[in-house]
């Protein structure tokens, strides 16, 4: 059973970059061919997809926040990280990670979200 876990601060200030983890158990980030997803839900709104990494380390990223969007990876402890930069009150939102994989079947396995508000 795979399980993924989020984590990082649940308050950044405007203009600071908000750093997030996503610790992956039961599961290898390098496994061919899945991919590990961040994905966000404002207040009120639809889930936004941010960007992927891949298991061979390639990183995607959706267009409206490529600028802002740095994904990464530490296979030594089977982690991926977000790191969201020039915050605004906008970024406030719940933030997940997720695993897809090549087969098109959608998201298997989910963290459990973190809140994440941008505010001073």
């Known amino acids: 059973q795979v399980q993924l876990q989020e984590s990082g601060p649940g308050l950044v200030k405007p203009s600071q970059t908000l750093s997030l983890t996503c610790t992956v158990f039961?599961?290898?980030?390098?496994?061919?061919?899945?991919?590990w997803n961040w994905i966000r839900q404002p207040p009120g709104k639809g889930l936004e997809w941010m960007g992927a990494i891949a298991f061979s380390g390639s990183t995607y990223y959706s267009p409206s926040l490529k600028s802002r969007t740095s994904i990464s990876r530490d296979t030594s402890k089977n982690q991926f990280t977000l790191q969201l930069s020039s915050v605004t009150p906008e970024d406030t939102a719940v933030y997940y990670c997720?695993?897809?994989?090549?087969?098109?079947?959608?998201?298997?396995?989910w963290g459990q979200g973190t809140q994440v508000t941008v505010s001073s």
């Open positions: 997720a695993r897809d994989s090549v087969v098109p079947q959608g998201y298997d396995y």
């Open positions: 039961g599961g290898s980030i390098t496994t061919d061919y899945y991919y």
